[in-house]
């Protein structure tokens, strides 16, 4: 069977975790994004830190990887941090601004959307 390979990245301790195997993207996403809504987890409680990436493949009909040149991206954890109900306090806030301001990350802002005061 030919398996997909995976890890995560650690931006904050600049590591690899040990490699993961799945029978698919999806299904490892959505391993991932479990593992960030689990708030015992790394992943949920430093999710800025965290990136999930593909390796390659393994068949172990052969017991051969064929792995990528370079490691791809497929998502961040912060991509499955659910953003606090309305008057929750704290947390990252639902919109571009309010997460870029609390990790620190770039966001673009329509311009349409950013000079809008509510009233039309």
């Not at 953003?83 to 990350?105: D, Y």
Request: glycine share 8%.
């Amino acid at each position: 069977m030919l398996l997909q390979v995976f890890s995560i990245f650690d931006s904050a301790t600049k590591s690899w975790a040990p490699p993961m195997y799945s029978r698919n993207n999806g299904q490892m996403i959505r391993d991932f994004a479990d593992a960030v809504a689990d708030s015992q987890t790394k992943l949920a409680k430093h999710p800025m830190d965290y990136a999930l990436f593909e390796l390659g493949s393994f068949d172990d009909d052969k017991c051969k990887f064929n792995l990528h040149a370079t490691p791809i991206r497929l998502c961040l954890a912060m991509d499955y941090v659910k953003a606090p109900a309305a008057g929750s306090g704290g947390g990252l806030g639902a919109s571009p601004q309010e997460r870029s301001e609390a990790t620190g990350a770039l966001s673009v802002v329509p311009k349409s959307k950013a000079g809008e005061s509510g009233s039309k």
